[in-house]
Antibody, heavy 118, light 107 residues
């Protein structure tokens, strides 16, 4: 059974960099697109970007100047870095899997809340 | 970006009711439309992909239809566990975008 688990600090100061990790268990990550998606309190879902297991990426243009997504295939871990955060980046952050050739997110992590505050 | 607009934003219904939620895309997305269910404090769960294909393990009372820009999610007979928020999502182009959600409440 595939499982995704997000981890990282729950509190980040304004102007600093938010760093999260998504760890995958229960199978190979080859043929994976791994997306990061966030949900501000009381609001809808926003796609941040994805990385293919080979390393190619695509980012939301609204965030592209601040986002870096990377993968460590040996550890089956995906990372999200979001720089220069503000209160508007406060949200629950999810990682979600999309298999190559499949146009939907079939497995999600449980989500990790991140608050940006001094 | 492709904008996804859902209606209604909230809906009150009773157990056993048939309900329909609508999702409209700002441009044609063919059948690249997915539906997710989200309960408070939980991650979204995939219900339907490619407009009408039921994800494994999802009850058959859920169904989807549409094409191009207009799509619907129908629950044929509401069960107590169906009271949740539902959102649509397009996967034809990046940035992938979601509808704002429809909250289904018990009447």
């Amino acid at each position: 059974q595939v499982q995704l688990q997000e981890s990282g600090p729950g509190l980040v100061k304004p102007s600093e960099t938010l760093s999260l990790t998504c760890s995958v268990s229960g199978g190979s990550i080859s043929d994976y697109y791994l997306s990061w998606i966030r949900q501000p309190p009381g609001k809808g879902l926003e796609w941040i970007g994805y990385i293919y297991y080979s390393g190619s990426t695509s980012y939301n243009p609204s965030l592209t100047s601040r986002v870096t997504i990377s993968v460590d295939t040996s550890k089956k871990q995906f990372s999200l870095k979001l720089s220069s955060v503000t209160a508007a980046d406060t949200a629950v952050y999810y990682c979600a899997r999309q298999l190559s050739g499949h146009y939907y997110f079939d497995y999600w992590g449980q989500g990790t809340p991140v608050t940006v505050s001094s | 970006d492709i904008q996804m607009t859902q209606s209604p934003s909230s809906l009150s219904a009773s157990v056993g009711d048939r309900v329909t939620i609508t999702c409209r895309a700002s441009q044609s997305i063919s059948d690249y439309l997915n539906w997710y269910q989200q309960k408070p404090g939980k991650a979204p769960k995939l219900l339907i992909y490619a407009t009408s294909r039921l994800q494994s393990g999802v009850p058959s009372r859920f169904s989807g239809s549409g094409s191009g820009t207009d799509f619907t999610l129908t629950i044929s007979s509401l069960q107590p566990e169906d009271f949740a928020t539902y959102c649509c999502q397009q996967n034809i182009n990046t940035p992938y975008t979601f509808g704002q959600g429809t909250t289904l409440e018990i009447k």
